[in-house]
């Protein structure tokens, strides 16, 4: 059984940091790309940072300078490291995980999130 458990949110005041960690069971983590989603509340899940099996990163332009993606592949571990947190980024974030041989954009697997409260 797959399962992708997220960890590390908490509440935080605008500015400072936080890690979220993200381990995945029941799949090898090197075969896919992974990546984080922010869902903030009343709004819809989407994309913050993702890296593919071979290590490339992508962010969104909203994060971009202050996130940084990470993965353990030895051990099954995704991380973004958040910095200067501002109250938007408020909200769950998922990590979410998909085959390298898909050719769907969709991921195949997701945890059931981790939230993060920043006030300002």
């Known amino acids: 059984q797959v399962q992708l458990v997220e960890s590390g949110g908490g509440s935080v005041q605008a500015g400072d940091s936080l890690r979220l960690s993200c381990r995945a069971h029941?799949?090898?983590?090197?075969?896919?790309?992974v990546a984080w989603f922010h869902q903030a509340p009343g709004k819809e899940r989407i994309f913050v940072s993702g890296?593919?099996?071979?290590?490339?990163?992508t962010y969104s332009d909203s994060v971009k300078g202050r996130f940084a993606i990470s993965r353990d592949n030895a051990r099954n571990w995704l991380y973004l490291q958040m910095s200067s947190l501002k109250p938007e980024d408020m909200g769950v974030y998922y990590c979410?995980?998909?085959?390298?041989?898909?050719?769907?954009?969709?991921?195949?697997?997701w945890g059931q999130g981790t939230q993060v409260t920043v006030s300002s």
């Open positions: 979410a995980a998909k085959d390298v041989l898909s050719r769907s954009s969709d991921y195949d697997y």
């Open positions: 029941g799949i090898t983590m090197a075969r896919y790309s």
């Open positions: 890296i593919m099996w071979n290590g490339t990163t």
